[in-house]
């Protein structure tokens, strides 16, 4: 595979460029110090930070999008097939699959790690044919971080931060308002050499410049090595950290649907208005956080209490879905649930209150 170096400028004219012949998605500003995964129009904000970003005088960094890009391979609201009745009075169904042609640039590693984790479940099983017609038909152009987001940051912690499986492109910050551009798959390859960008003969010296940049420690680190970690949340049940946390909480589920390995669903059907023989089916993102989500039919709630739920959500990331597939932890460290719960209810501090219990167990 070949590699590229460019400036971020003109790999922003790139991207814009391709934002004209399809859809592309990338980071861009909706407020102060708040990004959106958006799509990319002609005149958009793009940017990417500083070789130097975080320092005083540079303070901009690129903070996670507040919606993570890879639910863009899943949106809130998707239609799963249209029905209709046919002259025998049977039901006939109409898949619908989105094969759309995407690029979602810009993505971060924890989001790439995340992507690769929803590939797994999506394939898992009866393979999910909605998300992966997307995922099948979406390019992605990644990019590193050699600063962390924000201040809830532990990307480093989940075995995230050095992640690049899946990206077709991955992006690589550079002195001079650079960026060395390394095509990881045949795709990537085509994307950039369509692109016309010089090739990069100093590959070597440029990652390690890149290394060298990056800071350290990264973020934040649980009190234990990650496997310990998910060893303890494994091991909690009964845990008065449980009711700790959630004493502030207020169900209202945000921690849920900002998530990037957070995919539950509900499914709804609607039939079409003055033809009640047609409709269609939508599914709509569900979060376990949520008082109604483990409700079953007669009204019977198997998960009345707080606690329990947000334990089924901890575990969900930390135990449960870890053990079934062997792929370490399903929290990618985003930090997004932290940064964006209103009373700072935060996974990482939960993880570590359980090692603490643990390791005080006689
Ligand atoms: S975002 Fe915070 S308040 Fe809302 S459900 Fe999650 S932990 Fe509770
Ligand atoms: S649990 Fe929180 S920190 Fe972990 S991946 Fe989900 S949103 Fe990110």
Redesign the pocket.
Known sequence: MREFLATRTAVLDWLRTLGQQGDVFFPQPMGENSFNFDKVRKNSLLAFEDFDAGSKDKPFRASTCVQPPGKRLSPNNEQIFRFSKNGNGEYQLTPTLDERERILAGVRP?DLK?IHLMDRVNSDGIPDAHYLSRRQNTAIIAHDCLQPCDEHC?CDA?DSLHWRQGADVFLTPQPEAQLLMEALTECGEQLLSAAGFPPCDDIEKRRALAEEKRAKPFGRHFDAPLQQVIDAVSNSWESPVWDKHVERCFACGT?NL?????YCFDLQDDFNIGDPDSGQRTRSWDGCMLEEFAVVAGGHNFRPQLAARQRHRIKR?LAYLPARFGDGSF????????HQCTVDID??DIANDLLAATEAKP
């Open positions: 924890c995340a532990f989940t921690c900002v998530c990037p390995t957070c990331k929290c990618v460290g985003c930090g997004r649930c932290g996974i990482f």
